[in-house]
């Protein structure tokens, strides 16, 4: 009879309450509140995992889920809530820490196209909406570039309350060209619809990018650094041209005005993307939370 048993971890399940469970190892990051806060207001019953703990002189050490019964008890709003926990009880401090340290090295974290794709199974709305606007203008959001594919997905997830201005402008500009889908030409256009609204007048812009090529905005824009926001400038100065008495000049300044710039920047990051999801998009799936 096969022994399977180095592959199954000696441990058994309780519900413990939050009050009586300690964490905040030596080994262990500290609490982020910001992230606590932010999972707490979006909980989900479903999304918690088991917390990992080792019982050692009797206490209960909390060595993986010390965000996860942060949120819980921020949400529930008392540390009597019980949380499912894992219970180890022959684990030392330096084996706790050793398990701390390793836990995610072959753990393969989700790409931001395969979150999409999941979210368009489960039917939720904004990814429906996204992909209908989308496939709209004859594109499709795709894990990988290629000819009417794009892969900026978080971007466009972020951005998706002025998208359809946004497609509409790179499309009659650069005609579709792959590299028009970049994170950092929609965010640079993002950061231009906020600021400018209206008197950015769409026609124009069309005539005057598209003059230049994507290859020629992005050394440009890359010349000027600052990310998408060296994007965005270029994309200003090339709009402006050379007449200082042009009708549709827009004023750099306001693209840096507190306003717009707070509204761009929370809601458009800079995201790595046809890569992995950080830490804190994956709210509580993956721990250490």
């Not at 039917?123 to 000819?147: A, C, F, H, M």
Request: overall charge negative.
């Amino acid at each position: 009879m096969n022994d399977y048993s180095k592959f199954v971890p000696n441990v058994h399940f309780e519900q413990i309450p939050i009050r009586n469970l300690v964490s905040n190892q030596d080994y262990q990051r500290n609490l982020s509140q910001a992230h606590i806060a932010r999972a707490a207001a979006h909980f989900d019953i479903f999304q918690i995992n088991p917390v990992k703990v080792s019982r050692r002189d009797g206490i209960n050490y909390v060595f993986n889920g010390q965000h996860t019964i942060e949120i819980v008890a921020l949400a529930s709003g008392s540390r009597d809530t019980p949380v499912w926990c894992m219970i180890y009880e022959d684990l030392c401090y330096e084996h706790e820490a050793d398990i701390f340290a390793n836990q995610m090295k072959f753990v393969k974290q989700l790409l931001p196209y395969e979150v999409f794709s999941a979210n368009i199974e489960a039917g939720n709305s904004d990814q429906l909406i996204i992909r209908d606007l989308v496939e709209s203008y004859g594109l499709r959001i795709s894990g990988k570039t290629g000819p009417g594919l794009i892969c900026a997905v978080s971007t466009v997830e972020q951005i998706y309350h002025v998208l359809d201005r946004v497609l509409r402008l790179t499309i009659g500009t650069w005609e579709g060209e792959d590299r028009s889908f970049s994170a950092n030409i929609l965010n640079a256009l993002t950061k231009l619809v906020i600021a400018y609204g209206d008197t950015l007048i769409d026609d124009v812009f069309k005539e005057k990018l598209g003059a230049i090529s994507i290859k020629q905005l992005t050394r440009l824009g890359k010349e000027r650094g600052h990310g998408s926001l060296g994007y965005a400038e270029t994309m200003v100065l090339e709009y402006n041209g050379k007449k200082k008495n042009s009708p549709y000049r827009l004023t750099m300044n306001k693209l840096y005005t507190k306003e717009s710039m707070i509204r761009a920047e929370l809601r458009v990051q800079e995201p790595v993307h046809c890569d992995a999801v950080d830490e804190d998009q994956s709210i509580l799936l993956s721990e250490e939370l």
